[in-house]
T-cell receptor, first 113, second 116 residues
């Protein structure tokens, strides 16, 4: 099976802009979770989508949003970018049921200048 | 509320020696426990998980982890460290009581350094 893919891998944006990141999960997986990873804050949970519905949400401002399509692909959007949004954004795919483990993509490195 | 702690930011071990990376957790119900590894500029890779049954769980790359319910711990171990094991290791927990709807909580990570 192909692994989790994320596009783009690298992105440079300026403050105030918006950005959309994409994640394609492993075939057959219905759950996609998003995480923000920074050196200071570690790995922080953003949200999880399961069958096109947001099932869980972390403690991030409303500028961070997401959605999931019928083919389980997911997008994450960040509006009005701030310098502090610079991070590695990781997407994780799983079956979403039972004792599921997550499989991570390589991440999108976002730099806000 | 569920939580997970990795008390050591960094662990340094000589190649060939045994290694242990510590993890403790807190959940209301029974825990699902996981270990992940992250190499530089990569996403996290699943190593192993504990769901139920035998307290010693074996995973990828020769790693194993021991579940201890009384101490609420799930330490990662390897009998003989390799330089290639140098990476960032994350422990994670999910509360079984809330089934698939509960989110996975990750620890802060432990950087493992193996010296030749």
């Amino acid at each position: 099976k192909a692994g989790v893919t994320q596009t783009p891998r690298y992105l440079i944006k300026t403050r105030g802009q918006q950005v959309t990141l994409s994640c394609s999960p492993i075939s057959g997986h219905r759950s996609v979770s998003w995480y923000q990873q920074t050196p200071g804050q570690g790995l922080q949970f953003l949200f999880e989508y399961f069958s096109e519905t947001q099932r869980n949400k972390g403690n991030f401002p409303g500028r961070f949003s997401g959605r999931q399509f019928s083919n389980s692909r997911s997008e994450m959007n960040v509006s009005t970018l701030e310098l502090g949004d610079s991070a590695l954004y990781l997407c994780a795919s799983s079956t979403g049921t039972g004792s599921y483990e997550q499989y991570f993509g390589p991440g999108t490195r976002l730099t806000v200048t | 509320a569920q939580s997970v702690a990795q008390p050591e930011d960094q662990v340094k071990v000589a190649e060939g020696n045994p290694l242990t990376v510590k993890c403790t957790y807190s959940v209301s119900g029974n825990p699902y426990l996981f270990w992940y590894v992250q190499y530089p500029n990569r996403g996290l890779q699943f190593l192993l998980k504990y769901i139920t049954g035998d307290n010693l769980v074996k995973g990828s790359y020769g790693f194993e982890a021991e579940f201890n319910k009384s101490q609420t711990s799930f330490h990662l171990k390897k009998p003989s460290a390799l330089v290639s094991d140098s990476a960032l290791y994350f422990c994670a927990v999910r509360d079984e009581r809330y089934s698939s709807a509960s989110k996975i909580i990750f620890g802060s990570g432990t950087r493992l350094s193996i010296r030749p």
